[in-house]
């Protein structure tokens, strides 16, 4: 695979994604009210995990920060350095910033239609639902195609893994604050240490990845498998 490639792919497809929203003041008002509810949906079925000390920044890095409105800089930035990035990172980590883009550029597809499809007085009242949410998210996508983004993300936390074994990585990273603030891309900075810092704090990263693929799986059941008024209404 053509790793800078790929980035670059993902990167550029990311920021369209985000420039969508990003031009339409309501629509963005819509979407930040979208990813709140969402967020708070998901990060209910995972609270005994944010109660470890090791998994707590782990879980919220995976499931909150690849798919914020916030994150529209970061990904900005990354498109301005991949060149840079390219000359002087180690491969491990341009994998790990490929595959944290894929996922990113996918999530900001689907949520963005399942924003559109979600009423917009809704979304801004807060009075959201779990039925209208699966009939919003069955209208627009899949369990399999929501499966392949938590392969995704699980691919993405075994490429940090592998690259949180290169020797000083953890050094190179911080010598880089500086230079990357002054470069206009502390943002960039902020997700690649952010995603380091907590994954190598992990005791085990397999049986984390596990049981959050084993978690997404039964969320993702619920909402496009189980029947449609079992669901809160």
Same mark, same amino acid.
């Given at each position: 695979?053509?790793?800078?490639?790929?980035?670059?792919r993902?990167?550029?497809?990311?920021?369209?994604?985000?420039?969508?929203?990003?031009?339409?003041?309501?629509?963005r008002?819509?979407?930040?009210?979208?990813?709140?509810?969402q967020?708070?949906?998901?990060?209910?079925?995972?609270?005994?995990?944010?109660?470890?000390?090791d998994?707590?920044?782990?879980?919220?890095?995976?499931?909150?920060?690849?798919?914020?409105?916030?994150?529209?800089?970061?990904?900005?930035?990354?498109?301005?350095?991949?060149?840079?990035?390219?000359?002087?990172?180690?491969?491990n980590?341009?994998? #790990?910033?490929? $595959? /944290?883009?894929r !996922?990113?550029?996918? *999530?900001? &597809?689907?949520?963005? @239609?399942?924003?559109q #499809?979600?009423? $917009? /007085?809704h979304? !801004?009242?807060?009075? *959201?639902r &779990?039925?209208?949410? @699966?009939?919003?998210c069955?209208?627009?996508?899949?369990?399999?195609?929501?499966?392949e983004?938590?392969g995704?993300?699980?691919?993405?936390?075994?490429?940090?893994?592998?690259?949180?074994?290169?020797?000083?990585?953890?050094?190179?990273?911080?010598?880089?604050?500086?230079?990357?603030?002054?470069?206009?891309?502390?943002?960039?900075?902020?997700?690649?240490?952010?995603?380091?810092?907590?994954?190598?704090?992990?005791?085990?990263?397999?049986?984390?990845?596990?049981e959050?693929?084993q978690?997404?799986?039964?969320?993702?059941?619920?909402?496009?498998?189980?029947p449609?008024?079992?669901?809160?209404?």
């Amino acid at each position: 695979m053509d790793v800078p490639a790929e980035l670059l792919r993902h990167t550029q497809r990311s920021n369209e994604l985000h420039f969508q929203y990003a031009r339409d003041s309501r629509l963005r008002e819509i979407y930040q009210a979208f990813i709140d509810w969402q967020l708070d949906y998901l990060l209910q079925y995972f609270e005994d995990m944010q109660a470890r000390p090791d998994q707590a920044a782990a879980v919220a890095f995976i499931i909150s920060d690849l798919a914020g409105v916030e994150i529209s800089q970061r990904d900005q930035e990354f498109a301005k350095v991949v060149p840079m990035m390219v000359r002087l990172l180690p491969k491990n980590v341009l994998a #790990s910033a490929a $595959a /944290a883009m894929r !996922l990113n550029a996918s *999530v900001l &597809e689907n949520n963005l @239609a399942i924003c559109q #499809s979600i009423d $917009a /007085a809704h979304l !801004l009242s807060g009075k *959201v639902r &779990e039925r209208e949410y @699966a009939e919003a998210c069955r209208c627009v996508t899949s369990y399999e195609e929501c499966m392949e983004l938590v392969g995704l993300t699980v691919e993405l936390g075994h490429e940090l893994q592998h690259a949180i074994e290169i020797p000083m990585i953890g050094v190179t990273l911080k010598a880089m604050r500086g230079p990357a603030r002054l470069a206009g891309i502390g943002a960039l900075q902020s997700f690649l240490e952010t995603g380091f810092r907590t994954f190598a704090a992990l005791e085990n990263v397999d049986q984390f990845l596990s049981e959050i693929e084993q978690r997404m799986d039964r969320i993702f059941r619920r909402i496009y498998r189980g029947p449609i008024t079992a669901l809160a209404a």
